[in-house]
Every structure is written in C-alpha cells, then in structure tokens.
C-alpha cells in the first residue's frame, strides 16, 4: 500500500459540474468516501456543481459513468467510488477487472478523467483504512485527483500553457 500520494493541488475557481457515481454495497465504506469526496470538491473548488449519483453495486458503476460522459452536459470529470471486498472465490477479482477495463475505456473515449477509486480490499480492516481514516482517505484523494485533472485538460485547451 502506497502511502506516498501527491500533493493536493491547490484550490481553484473553475466552474462547471464533477459527478461521483457511487456504490450503496458496504455503505459504512461508500458513505465515508462520497462525504469525504464531497467535502474536498467543495473546499478545493467551490465552484463547482458536484452530482452524486448512487448505485446498488460497484458493478452497475460503469454504465451510469458512461451515461454521465455521454449526458447532454459532460462533467469535467466523474469520480467513481466503491469497496469491494474479497471473499473465498474469484468473483471480486473479477468484478474489479471489469470495473476497471470498463472506466479506463469511457475515460479514453470521451475524454473526461474517470477518477477510479473503486476499492479492491482483502478484509474489513483495509477498507476502513482507505475510508474512515485522515491518513490514507481515498475520497479525498478521489476529489484532489479529480481537481488536478480538470487542471490538465485545461490546461490542454490553452495553447500558451505547456502542461
């Protein structure tokens, strides 16, 4: 487990809407990270609409990401968060694989950063680690990614800038 994440990027006043597309399963977890997410969007970039958008797995999380980049108003960028945790067969692993395959894809295609924090965790202690705790929060990090790459793409859109 990494415990060297970047620095949050600073605070900005860009305008515009962020989506989180959250899982309801193991909500003790979910929740934590949709607050703490929300929390950091609004203190780094208050701005900004923020729509969450809750889910009964983290399986059904790709389809609404997709519904959300090809909406009639594209986010800036769309969080997805979830814990998955392993059991005794390879479904996890599977579901995450899948999760993962399927974000990167709609992130590509459509060029909006999918922020992927859709937790794939051994037991109950690393979830609470990765979204209960301050140190390791994997909602703020979620929000602070999401915010450093509406930065990039803007940058991007701005010729005098190098990025």
Do not use: W
């Not at 609004?42 to 990401?65: H, N, S, W, Y």
């Not at 594209?74 to 579901?95: E, F, K, N, W, Y």
């Not at 999760?99 to 202690?125: A, C, F, G």
């Amino acid at each position: 487990m990494s415990k060297t994440a970047p620095e949050s990027p600073e605070a900005t006043s860009t305008s515009g809407s962020v989506c989180i597309v959250a899982s309801r399963y193991n909500s003790k977890y979910t929740d934590a990270l949709v607050e703490s997410a929300t929390a950091t969007l609004a203190k780094l970039a208050p701005d900004l609409r923020v729509k969450t958008v809750r889910v009964p797995g983290a399986f059904e999380i790709p389809v609404v990401v997709e519904a959300a980049a090809c909406g009639e108003e594209q986010p800036l960028a769309i969080i997805a968060l979830g814990v998955i945790i392993r059991g005794s067969t390879a479904h996890a692993d599977l579901i995450a694989e899948s999760i993962t395959k399927s974000l990167q894809e709609t992130s590509v295609s459509h060029l909006i950063p999918v922020i992927h924090e859709v937790l794939l965790v051994d037991n109950s202690e690393q979830a609470e680690t990765r979204t209960l705790g301050d140190e390791l929060n994997r909602g703020r990090e979620a929000a602070e990614a999401a915010i450093a790459m509406v930065d990039v793409m803007e940058s991007l859109d701005n010729a005098d800038n190098v990025v």
